[in-house]
């Protein structure tokens, strides 16, 4: 005889325990969570923070989703990033450069971002220009991003004069624009030499900054570049005479 208590009881438990392994394996998927991004240039140590966060169990970042938007649009990116995530997950982010995308700078990112209702803003900045350009200089003449140690020989490059006063021009005023455009957000400035020298105080910072609790970062990277600018730089004399009286001298104190 067909027993229909039975069979309802059984579904309950089958059902019970298939609901519990979602719990467990993350399947329960929410929207519940705090989205942010990390405002930044290249070379400022942003593959750094990205990978501490990520030690983070409750949090996700990912890098230059707007690197180049190709045929995509912004939209069904952002829509990408910001989708269900496991319960676990209560903080989700990606890294974008103030020249993104590449290909359509005015696509319409940048006014949509601005105006997105609590988004959290982490603005990661190099107080020494200089390590920034010298870096990206060396990743350009290498084409090597990270991960390779790469000999002295094949580092050392040279710059104009005009060239660097430009480069340190055109960053201290994308990082005005940048301050000015979230002006209304939740907006935390951090500097990578901090980050570099004292990471677990810097990751606190943000971890209360978007209200999770502390674990200590772990990271697989090291600093690429650890030679004084004077071993990396041709000409670094001639230019440290040149920028001698100019708001940028102090980078070149080493």
Request: proline share 3%.
């Amino acid at each position: 005889m067909f027993d229909l208590k039975y069979l309802k009881e059984k579904l309950n438990r089958r059902w019970s325990s298939f609901e519990k392994k979602k719990k467990t394996f993350g399947l329960v998927k929410n929207t519940v969570y705090k989205k942010f991004i990390i405002l930044c240039y290249a070379r400022t140590g942003s593959n750094l923070l990205v990978s501490y966060l990520n030690s983070h169990p409750n949090i996700k970042v990912d890098g230059e989703i707007f690197s180049k938007l190709g045929e995509i649009s912004f939209e069904k990116i952002l829509d990408s990033e910001f989708r269900k995530y496991p319960k676990r997950i209560k903080a989700v982010g990606f890294k974008i450069f103030y020249d993104q995308p590449a290909d359509y700078l005015n696509c319409g990112i940048w006014e949509h971002l601005g105006k997105m209702d609590e988004l959290y803003v982490i603005h990661l900045k190099r107080q020494n220009k200089l390590r920034t350009m010298l870096s990206l200089k060396i990743a350009m003449k290498n084409d090597i991003w990270h991960g390779s140690t790469i000999g002295l020989k094949d580092k050392q490059v040279s710059f104009s004069f005009d060239e660097l006063n430009n480069q340190f021009k055109q960053l201290e005023n994308w990082e005005i624009e940048g301050e000015r455009r979230f002006k209304e957000h939740p907006l935390l400035t951090i500097y990578y030499e901090d980050l570099d020298t004292n990471p677990e105080d810097i990751v606190k910072k943000i971890l209360e900054f978007l209200e999770l609790p502390y674990r200590k970062p772990k990271t697989k990277y090291s600093r690429q570049n650890p030679e004084k600018a004077n071993k990396l730089i041709d000409n670094f004399e001639e230019l440290k005479i040149g920028f001698l009286g100019t708001k940028w001298e102090s980078f070149f104190r080493e």
